[in-house]
């Protein structure tokens, strides 16, 4: 229970053991000339053994300092608002962590800096691989040299590699520990002034990132490497978690395997953004969000790709080409993507997805389509004026939960972007496995879309289920949507489905649908069981016939009009509000409801 307290401008040196004592150093403390050992084993302070630093801890060049606790009590403190300074040069320099064979998890917590020397003779190390490392919340590692020989590390404080030799991570597993080889990092890791951070594994491993690893300093513009090294096995390294690599603006930024051996799987709700290289992998999977970020900057994948099927597919993954800059996946070459399966992609402004540098691998896709991963998207923001589906043909949006067991969701979305598609636009929903599926074209902020038909079409279709299938189109603030065809607006029920399907054409905030006649087709709008509604000053003109069935809606309010010019046919129910309109030109049928500005009428 006796505490030793070396005081401020008190110096201890050289080699040997201090043990039995609840150590507190202010002042300086320095390991030189062989292993100096702090053994707190059995000096717990409540229940864990602590050793606190608040001065200066030096391990001079070829020494060691050891921090010993055998008492198997779980957990061992060293409370640092110092510095810890590992001095390496020429000859091996080690902070040992050893539990004597223990499951032990050594936190290294304060506000204090473990400072390392720019050499790898540098080294962290268990003693028996059954400890753990937890660098923890507002704690400082920074220099170069290899951690090593631990059960788990985690940082949820702040490492950096800032020195040439940079920072190694060996995940290999003593025989003593169990589990997968995993790098937790919930904290911040920072990789810059030319730097590496080399990740080492046998086998397969993970990098659980809930925090940021960012490559490159944004005050001195230098780079950062991120590498992967399995000595030689083949094998695979997943980034999860919900964290980022963020990439500065210099192209040099990288994040590569170290004998071209190793795959990697960048997965669900993990994204790498910035400016950079992904390379020198036998493989490359993203099932999380690929962003490139920096006006006049790229951020490419030269690995092989395995979203990419080779012949027009894009599966699973999200995509975001910021604007004025390139995402760029090489495998695709000069190809266009025809198809999103899973795939979510997203374009801002003059943003470029390509796979050559040049061309635009966005305008041929024809199909957007949930796929495996249950949601597919295609996004244009304050894109521009382009054309969609080059290829011709029609322009489909397919939301299908077969095989899901979560929600199936597919959408085209146009953000204050002019786009024509070279065909028929079909927005199509089905429900296979008794759950939710949602297809949709959404306009927004002034967007522009031209199509020739439209089919917008919702079908429940599992037996005996309560499935849910929504078609949606929408449009709003001051968006249009031209069709020179038909519209058709199905939703319906087969396979004795106890679901509800629907489908809605949705305009609001001054939006414009138009109707009109072209290449033979009458411009037609027909309305099954689906619904058509208008709001805040927006307008709907038909050049066809109107025809809304029995179990049809449309609803025309707050200062919107609908026109029909060749006639209207109503089996369902016409609501119409006040200060709105419907203008008719031709015949006007009615078996089913009228209501003028929230009176019901009998006849029209």
């Known amino acids: 229970t006796e505490t030793l307290i070396n005081d401020v401008s008190h110096t201890i040196t050289g080699s040997g053991t201090i043990s039995n004592l609840n150590l507190t150093n202010n002042g300086t403390l320095t390991a030189n000339g062989g292993n100096l050992v702090l053994d707190v084993s059995g000096t717990s302070q409540v229940t864990n053994s602590v050793v606190t630093n608040n001065g200066t801890l030096n391990v001079k060049d070829g020494a060691t300092l050891t921090v010993r606790d055998t008492s198997n009590s779980g957990y061992t403190l060293v409370y640092n608002n110092g510095v810890i300074n590992l001095n390496g040069g020429v000859a091996p320099t080690s902070v040992v962590l050893d539990s004597g064979g223990n499951q032990q998890i050594f936190i290294v917590a304060g506000h204090g800096a473990l400072n390392l020397t720019d050499s790898a003779n540098n080294v962290i190390t268990g003693a028996s691989g059954n400890e753990s490392l937890y660098n923890d919340i507002g704690h400082v590692i920074q220099g170069s040299g290899t951690i090593s020989n631990f059960a788990n590390i985690t940082n949820n404080g702040i490492l950096t590699s800032n020195g040439a030799a940079g920072v190694t991570i060996d995940l290999t597993k003593s025989s003593l520990a169990s589990g997968p080889d995993t790098f937790t990092n919930g904290g911040v890791v920072n990789i810059n ?50 964290g980022s690599i963020q990439m500065t603006n210099n192209a040099a930024n990288s994040v590569k395997g170290f004998n071209g051996t190793e795959n990697l ?307 369902g129910s016409l609501n119409v509000s006040i200060n709105s309109a419907l203008a008719n030109t031709g015949s006007f049928s009615n078996s089913g409801t009228v209501s003028l500005y929230g009176r019901d009428c009998a006849e029209w």
Do not use: C, M
């Open 265 to 571: 799987i960048n997965d669900v709700n993990h994204t790498i953004a910035g400016a950079g290289t992904i390379s020198s992998f036998n493989s490359f999977t993203n099932n999380g969000t690929l962003q490139s970020v920096y006006a006049g900057s790229a951020l490419v994948v030269s690995s092989g790709l395995t979203n990419w099927d080779g012949a027009g597919t894009l599966s699973g993954g999200t995509y975001v080409a910021g604007d004025a800059s390139k995402l760029q996946l090489s495998s695709l070459g000069s190809k266009q993507i025809q198809t999103l399966s899973g795939a979510n992609v997203t374009i801002n402004g003059t943003g470029l997805l390509t796979g050559d540098g040049v061309t635009n691998a966005v305008a041929a896709i024809n199909t957007i389509s949930s796929g495996s991963s249950g949601t597919g998207s295609l996004s244009l923001n304050s894109a521009g004026t382009l054309t969609l589906a080059t290829s011709g043909g029609a322009f489909a949006v397919s939301s299908n939960d077969a095989g899901l067991t979560a929600a199936s969701n597919a959408s085209l979305q146009l953000n204050a972007t002019t786009a024509k598609v070279i065909g028929d636009l079909t927005n199509t929903v089905n429900t296979y496995s008794g759950g939710n599926a949602t297809g949709s074209v959404l306009l927004n902020n002034g967007a522009n879309l031209t199509v020739n038909n439209l089919t917008n079409s919702a079908s429940a279709n599992t037996s005996g289920a309560y499935d849910t299938a929504s078609a949606n189109i929408r449009l709003s603030g001051l968006s249009s949507l031209t069709v020179n065809g038909n519209v058709n607006n199905i939703a319906q029920v087969t396979n004795n489905s106890l679901g509800s399907p629907s489908a809605s054409i949705n305009l609001d905030g001054g939006s414009r649908l138009a109707v009109n006649a072209s290449g033979g087709q009458a411009g037609a709008f027909t309305n099954t069981e689906g619904s058509l509604n208008l709001s805040n000053n927006s307008t709907a003109t038909v050049a066809g016939l109107f025809t809304n069935d029995g179990s049809s809606g449309v609803n025309v309010a707050s200062g919107s009009v609908l026109t029909t010019r060749n006639g209207f046919s109503n089996a």
């Open 193 to 242: 002034r030319g730097s590496s951070l080399t990740v080492v594994s046998n086998g397969g491993s993970e990098i659980l990132n809930t925090g940021t690893l960012q490559l490159g300093s944004t005050t001195d513009g230098s780079a950062g490497n991120l590498v992967l090294n399995d000595r030689g096995n083949g094998s695979t390294f997943t980034l999860s978690g919900n």
